[in-house]
């Protein structure tokens, strides 16, 4: 009888240790696939900051285009 006991104890345990083992994969696999998406919203967030740079100096260059047209309108009293 405490033959049965001991037997039914040790494959519960076995049970619950084979649902841990179970749940770590799964924990490391969402840790894994968490990590993907971090990794891919930084590669995004660098691109729009990127992206932002270009438009800051693209702003740049028409401005001074466009202060240099109006130097040369002034010059040539092309202005009104």
Do not use: C, F, P, W
Request: charged share 35%.
């Amino acid at each position: 009888m405490i033959g049965n006991i001991e037997n039914l104890i040790l494959e519960h345990l076995k049970t619950i240790q084979a649902e841990q083992a179970a749940a770590r994969e799964r924990d490391a696999e969402v840790l894994a696939r968490l990590s993907s998406i971090e990794n891919g919203l930084a590669r995004i967030s660098r691109d729009e900051a990127l992206t932002y740079t270009e438009l800051v100096q693209d702003r740049h260059v028409v401005d001074k285009l466009k202060e240099r047209i109006e130097r040369i309108e002034r010059r040539l009293e092309l202005s009104q």
